[in-house]
């Protein structure tokens, strides 16, 4: 392995186990597995790093159910409505006004009984409309990693899918 791999192996490691304690995640998206799993997808904006119109940011997915049982919580329900009440607008809201709920996910999400499906570091070439996989890993129901990932190849962002709501979220409108 090349110094330049191994030195952002070791750098993705860090923020990687540093996500869970610094994170904040924002909803950008939903889908479905093959199984009929219904996933959350969000991506942690205290990560992001902007250069040379490049953007590196962590996301995770969940399991939807997972989210639905702590949305069951008062508290968290109080958390987010006090949010929207004092002003907050989710940043999916930029590209879909009358998402209602993201707010609630977002709080629901922050929950530490919540499991991660996976949790990949992605890079967004802005102007070029691309994005690909620099590291992370998928996860067993009781947590444990699955499977890492490593870097991708640059791949088209296809219009009106999850990865364009994040980056238009990310790169501003395009």
């Known amino acids: 392995m090349n110094k330049n791999m191994a030195l952002m192996v070791v750098i993705a490691s860090c923020v990687f186990v540093g996500n869970a304690f610094s994170a904040d995640w ?27 119109n490049s953007i590196k940011l962590w996301v995770k997915n969940v399991l939807k159910s997972d989210i639905e049982k702590v949305l069951k919580n008062k508290s968290v329900i109080e958390r987010a409505t006090k949010k929207i009440a004092d002003g907050y607008n989710p ?3 930029k590209i879909y006004p009358n998402v209602a709920n993201a707010a609630y996910l977002e709080e629901a ?18 102007n070029e409309n691309k ?25 088209d962002i296809a219009p009106e899918s999850n990865a364009d709501n994040l980056a238009k979220i990310v790169c501003g409108s395009k």
């Open 26 to 52: 924002k909803y950008y998206g939903e889908f479905t597995t093959g199984t009929d799993t219904e996933e959350v997808l969000f991506y942690d904006s205290g990560s992001i790093i902007s250069t040379n």
């Open 91 to 93: 940043p999916i809201t």
């Open 109 to 126: 999400v922050s929950e530490s009984s919540i499991k991660s499906k996976a949790e990949i570091l992605y890079q967004i070439m802005c």
């Open 131 to 155: 994005l690909r996989k620099i590291a992370g890993a998928s996860f067993n129901k009781d947590g444990t990693r699955d499977q890492r990932f490593g870097i991708s190849k640059w791949e």
